[in-house]
Nanobody
Framework: QVQLVESGGGLVQPGGSLRLSCAAS????????VGWYRQAPGKQRELVAT???????VYADSVKGRFTISRDNAKNTVYLQMNSLKPEDTAVYYC??????????WGQGTQVTVSS
């Protein structure tokens, strides 16, 4: 059983930056596929970025060139660096980890609001 806790969300102006963190209660990121998802009001939850255990990354078209996913296995933490934020990035952001083909863990979410 692994718990994920997101942090780093908040209110930022358009064009600003935030870095989200996702901390795991156990050392699983070295073997897990991890990702960030987001859900805006009235919208479905959507993929933002993923980072596989093998080191490959995938980004949604809407965030390519602006967001960067990274991981620090020693700290059991996954990050999402968000630059050039836009109002349409406003959402609750969730961290996810999958491993051993049977495990799938979600964080509680952290609110990101981009507004002037």
């Amino acid at each position: 059983q692994v718990q994920l806790v997101e942090s780093g969300g908040g209110l930022v102006q358009p064009g600003g930056s935030l870095r989200l963190s996702c901390a795991a209660s156990r050392s699983i990121f070295g073997i897990a596929d991890v990702g960030w998802y987001r859900q805006a009001p009235g919208k479905q939850r959507e993929l933002v970025a993923t980072f596989s255990s093998g080191g490959s990354t995938v980004y949604a078209d809407s965030v390519k060139g602006r967001f960067t996913i990274s991981r620090d296995n020693a700290k059991n933490t996954v990050y999402l660096q968000m630059n050039s934020l836009k109002p349409e990035d406003t959402a609750v952001y969730y961290c996810n980890a999958k491993w051993a083909r049977l495990y799938n863990s979600w964080g509680q979410g952290t609110q990101v609001t981009v507004s002037s």
